[in-house]
Every structure is written in structure tokens, then in C-alpha cells.
T-cell receptor, first 117, second 112 residues
Framework: GAVVSQHPSWVICKSGTSVKIECRSL??????MFWYRQFPKQSLMLMAT?????????EQGVEKDKFLINHASLTLSTLTVTSAHPEDSSFYICSAPHTSPLTAEAFFGQGTRLTVV | DQQVKQNSPSLSVQEGRISILNCDYT??????FLWYKKYPAEGPTFLIS?????DKNEDGRFTVFLNKSAKHLSLHIVPSQPGDSAVYFCAASRLQGGKLIFGQGTELSVKP
């Protein structure tokens, strides 16, 4: 089946630095991808919709200058956490919708555990 | 505003018995509902879905029921197995291929 690959699976960075997370669709094209974050024991909160060839759409309360999203090709979306702070430490997950019009299923990456120290 | 709610944070069931996980939603515009299984530090894995034109969908041991008038859906797992122990999220979407709104999750523990 279709696979979404996310890299890295975990990263530790210092406060003030930036971190880039990649999300790739391996055997299908994705004009749209979604970025979520999950705090421990909580729900997956949608951060933004990544649109190939155009600007991302951010959910209310998500700082677009803080979380830069680039969808440069039909198989790659990147999320860059700029000037990271400890409160940005979280589990970040990307997803891409199934290409079949018969299902609303989405494929998820493995997630990235970000720890800012 | 929590549009999708899972009010039970945890559920414990004996192996072989039925597990029933519940989910409520508030937005009547949702047309698609999905259940995902998730382990810590991993991405969610799709289990089963249902569209708003149906009231039941079955796939092996998993059955999802949708009650549109009550804005309620449930996932039945029967028989439950220890390998089913995980966190289960329900999710809803207005569009096929659209963004998913997740509930808070229910941690299922199936005891041998």
C-alpha cells in the first residue's frame, strides 16, 4: 500500500536553532499534505495544510512564521520549526490523503519526536 | 472547540470479549469518519472508516456504527485480542481527502 515516510524520526536541538522535518509520499503523488502535532497523552492537533505549488493554510493559533511549510514537489513537504524553544518540543506527524476517491483514508508518516533543550 | 470527542480516556477488556469505543461529534458537516490505532512515538494506522450515507461498516473483527441523528459513532472489536492494546483515535472529515479532526483518543487494554 501507499507509504508516507517522515524524516528524521527524532531530533534534539538547542534553543534558538531551526529544525527541518521532511515528509515524503513514496509511491504516489500528493498535492496536499497535512501536518499535525501531538503532546503527550493528547489528541493529534492539525497545524496546517500543505499545498503543492502554493502557500500553506494554517489553523487558527498556529504561527506561520514559526512553522514554515514548503511543498516544493508532488512527493515532498517540509516543516521547519524556526527559532525553536522548549515549548515546541512535541511529536510532529504528517499525512497525505489516499488517492482513491472511494475512501477518506489518509496515510501517516512515522512521526518526528522533537526535543528542544 | 472540540468538534470530535472521545469521552473515555481508557478502556480495559478481557481477551475474547467485545471492545466498544465511542466517539461523539458536533459538526453536522462531517461526512466521513475514520478510526485509527496508534502506538506511542509512531504514526496512526488506519483501521476502518464510514461515510455519512451508511450506518454500519464491517471489516473482519472491526465494525463501525454511525448514528447521525445522535452525532455518535462507535467502534466494535470482537473478539478482542491482546495485540489490540493501543490508543484508538476517531477522526472526522468534511471532504474526501480533506483534513482530519481527531478526538482525544481512548487507550484500550486487552487483558489475557
Amino acid at each position: 500500500g501507499a507509504v508516507v515516510s517522515q524524516h528524521p524520526s527524532w531530533v534534539i536541538c538547542k534553543s534558538g536553532t531551526s529544525v527541518k522535518i521532511e515528509c515524503r509520499s513514496l509511491d504516489f503523488q500528493a498535492t496536499t499534505m497535512f501536518w499535525y502535532r501531538q503532546f503527550p497523552k493528547q489528541s493529534l492537533m492539525l497545524m496546517a495544510t500543505s499545498n503543492e505549488g502554493s502557500k500553506a493554510t494554517y489553523e487558527q493559533g498556529v504561527e506561520k512564521d514559526k512553522f514554515l511549510i514548503n511543498h516544493a514537489s508532488l512527493t515532498l513537504s517540509t516543516l521547519t520549526v524556526t527559532s525553536a524553544h522548549p515549548e515546541d518540543s512535541s511529536f510532529y506527524i504528517c499525512s497525505a490523503p489516499h488517492t482513491s476517491p472511494l475512501t477518506a483514508e489518509a496515510f501517516f508518516g512515522q512521526g518526528t519526536r522533537l526535543t528542544v533543550v | 472547540d472540540q468538534q470530535v470527542k472521545q469521552n473515555s480516556p481508557s478502556l480495559s477488556v478481557q481477551e475474547g470479549r467485545i471492545s466498544i469505543l465511542n466517539c461523539d461529534y458536533t459538526n453536522s458537516m462531517f461526512d466521513y469518519f475514520l478510526w485509527y490505532k496508534k502506538y506511542p512515538a509512531e504514526g496512526p494506522t488506519f483501521l476502518i472508516s464510514i461515510s455519512s450515507i451508511k450506518d454500519k461498516n464491517e471489516d473482519g473483527r472491526f465494525t463501525v456504527f454511525l448514528n447521525k441523528s445522535a452525532k455518535h459513532l462507535s467502534l466494535h472489536i470482537v473478539p478482542s485480542q491482546p495485540g489490540d492494546s493501543a490508543v484508538y483515535f476517531c477522526a472526522a472529515s468534511r471532504l474526501q481527502g480533506g483534513k482530519l479532526i481527531f478526538g482525544q483518543g481512548t487507550e484500550l487494554s486487552v487483558k489475557p
